[in-house]
């Protein structure tokens, strides 16, 4: 599913250059659940925004479902991301002027689907995550860890081949953070792709598979046993 | 511009934004409101003028006789000048002129006119019956000049309202009474009255024949007045008195031996030509109505480009957010230009609007000296609207393609 060969990517900030990746070989298959591991500064969040075509990669190749991903305009990218990805992120990022419906509805709006499908299908995942009664609304009026839901439930809405979660849990404190890794935990089990970033090694457990980034290359890449966020609900 | 879903978005994000929506909206409906009020009343001074000197006759010339001011022909100047009665036939019969109305006056010279005991300090003026149209006077007792009274030579007068109202207090009817002028009696057989101001009824009119023949005026005039036909416009009417103006100056000097070019011998006046004065003056106010209007409508086109670019400033993080669901970036800047058109166009037509009807409604009650019916040209006013909506999406573009061609990663680090 992901493919990724000798990436580099460095931040210029005036005449300092900043070598945030240094050469990451690495690889995904339909129906993982990887965490990217590392301290804070490590490039984690660098790794998976270059995975979701919201940065660009300086060096190396990055295929996602056998299509080469470079050299994209914003133009094409954007069809690329709606078409393949969904992006979960420690801040939410819901548009705090619409309700929770109309925010998972829009990236079908983007996907050109007609309003009424788009409100039917927003309402469907709004219910997988729990959330049909709170479809009206605004996020300002649901708590952290519905609104992640919600964000989730957006990113599922698009139906894409990979879910990118960037410390979907950060923001959350670990009896919510829980609920939110069995809600991912669940969307995995049917079939769908996931990578998590996250810190917290609590959260890493509970995915298939834990990559260790250190100094700007994978230091450990490992097979775990899933914990089930289930058991703490 | 047909697409019914992204009206539809524009209209979740007009109706959930309200205040920006607002403030935008009254920003343009504001300057469009007073640039068409300002406008209106620009139009409506210059009505007033023309309204003021097509009402009355105002058409007319006056001319006058003066005394020269320069040598010509050996004539020295200071010569005081005497029209004749053979001047004003010509003028009338032989010049080819468009005459409307005419009259003549002499003012006798050294005469004294008195009621019983009573000086009447007032002019005493030969004059035919055709001035009181020239005028504008109307009888308001009895009746005026005749041309029987100027061929029979009558000894008759006709006296104003306030000569009435001064002089003959005792009397309930002063028509039938008696003046003397210079001992020689006149009966009263008319009460006139001037329309408008009664500076002008100071005077006392007996027949002009009657005034030359018995009081030794041969066949000298003082003055001559003349009313033109009305002509089809403004300009044109200006242009005709003008035209008129010359030719019987230049009639007149050239009769006299005065200078073509001598201020004095002829004095000779159109009101029409002072009415060009004011209109230019209005031309003036009018430019400066426009200055004004202009420089509002600069301060709303500044003013939407101001909230084009905090609105996208604002929204720039939901920019990013709607790019990493896979908006493309001119599907971010139609649908930001879209919102700013369609709210700037809105609010732009409510002003536009508002002050139209607010200048039908009030427009023809304004009692106001000089202002008539101020209104405002239609097709002016709408380009005003497409001006400022053409702005505002010039002015949002900007921002918006920036917004729109960031990196994603950018947009949504925005707080
Ligand atoms: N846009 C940027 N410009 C400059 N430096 C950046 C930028 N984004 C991240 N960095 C730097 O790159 C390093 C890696 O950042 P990041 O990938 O966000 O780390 P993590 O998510 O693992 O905490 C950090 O030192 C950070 O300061
Ligand atoms: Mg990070």
């Known amino acids: 599913m992901i493919e990724i060969k000798n990436l580099h990517k460095s931040y210029k900030m005036g005449s300092n250059s900043l070598h945030v990746l240094k050469g990451i070989n690495f690889s995904v298959e339909e129906g993982e659940l990887v965490a990217i591991m590392g301290s804070s500064g490590s490039g984690k969040s660098t790794l998976l925004n270059i995975l979701g075509m919201l940065d660009e990669l300086d060096e190396g190749s990055y295929t996602l479902d056998g299509v080469p991903i470079k050299n994209l305009n914003e133009t094409k990218a954007a069809q690329y991301r709606n078409k393949f990805l969904g992006f979960i992120f420690q801040s939410f990022n819901l548009i705090n002027y619409k309700n929770a419906m109309e925010n998972v509805a829009l990236p079908l709006y983007y996907q050109k689907v007609g309003r009424k499908e788009r409100q039917e299908k927003a309402l469907r995942y709004l219910e997988q995550v729990g959330l049909k009664e709170w479809a009206t609304h605004l996020p300002s009026e649901l708590s952290g860890g519905q609104k992640q839901r919600v964000a989730i439930a957006r990113a599922m809405a698009a139906e894409p081949k990979v879910l990118l979660a960037d410390e979907p849990t950060g923001a959350l404190d670990s009896k919510t953070s829980y609920e939110v890794m069995d809600l991912i935990q669940k969307i995995n089990d049917a079939g769908n792709t996931i990578l998590v970033v996250t810190h917290e090694p609590d959260i890493a457990d509970m995915c298939k598979r834990i990559v260790h980034l250190k100094d700007g290359v994978i230091v450990e890449d490992k097979k775990v046993e899933q914990v089930r966020a289930s058991q703490y609900v | 511009m047909f697409d019914i879903e992204r009206w539809q978005e524009i209209f979740d994000t007009i109706s959930k934004n309200k205040l920006r929506t607002f403030l935008t909206g009254l920003s343009v409906a504001s300057g469009i409101f007073i640039l068409v009020i300002l406008l209106g009343f620009g139009q409506g001074m210059q009505n007033g003028i023309a309204q003021e000197f097509e009402g009355d006759a105002a058409t007319s010339i006056w001319v006058w006789t003066q005394t020269t001011q ?158 033109l036909p009305a002509a089809e416009n403004f300009d044109a009417a200006v242009a005709e008195s003008v035209a008129f103006k010359s030719e019987v100056e230049t009639f007149l000097k050239q009769k006299h031996s005065i200078a073509p070019d001598d201020q004095g011998g002829v004095g000779i006046y159109s009101p029409m030509e002072e009415a060009k004065r004011y209109y ?136």
């Open chain 2, 70 to 227: 320069k040598e010509y022909k050996g004539l020295n100047p200071g010569r005081q000048i005497q029209f004749r009665n053979e001047d004003y036939t010509t003028i009338v019969d032989k010049m080819d002129l468009n005459i409307d109305g005419k009259s003549k006056f002499y003012r006798p010279r050294g005469i004294t006119a008195t009621y019983g005991n009573d000086v009447l300090f007032y002019q005493v003026l030969g004059t035919t019956p055709e001035v009181q149209f020239i005028e504008n006077e109307y009888i308001v007792s009895g009746r005026f000049l005749n041309n029987a009274d100027e061929e029979q030579v009558r000894k008759v007068a006709i006296i104003s309202a306030k000569i009435k109202r001064e002089a003959f207090k005792n009397v309930e009817n002063p028509v039938g009474e008696i003046i003397r002028i210079s001992n020689i009696p006149f009966t009263i057989v008319g009460i006139y009255k001037e329309r408008g101001n009664d500076q002008e009824e100071d005077r006392i009119f007996i027949p002009i024949k009657t005034a030359q023949m018995v009081f030794n005026g041969a066949d000298k005039l003082d003055n001559l007045s003349f009313t």
């Open chain 2, 280 to 415: 230019s003056l209005i031309t003036n106010i009018k430019l400066f109505f426009w200055f004004v209007g202009v420089c509002t409508i600069i301060a709303g086109v500044v003013g939407v480009s101001n909230i084009m670019l905090i609105v996208v400033k604002e929204r720039t993080k939901e920019i990013g957010i709607r790019k990493a669901l896979g908006a493309k970036p001119w599907s971010i800047i139609g649908m930001i230009l879209h919102e700013s058109i369609f709210v700037t166009a809105i609010s732009g037509f409510t002003g536009l609007i508002l002050s139209m009807g607010l200048l039908e409604i009030i427009g023809p009650n304004i009692e106001v000296d000089y202002i008539v019916n101020p209104s405002v040209n239609f097709n002016i006013a709408l380009a005003t609207v497409f001006l400022l909506v053409i702005a505002g999406a010039i002015a949002g573009f900007f921002p918006a393609w920036r917004a729109a061609t960031i990196h994603t990663i950018d947009a949504l680090r925005d707080d």
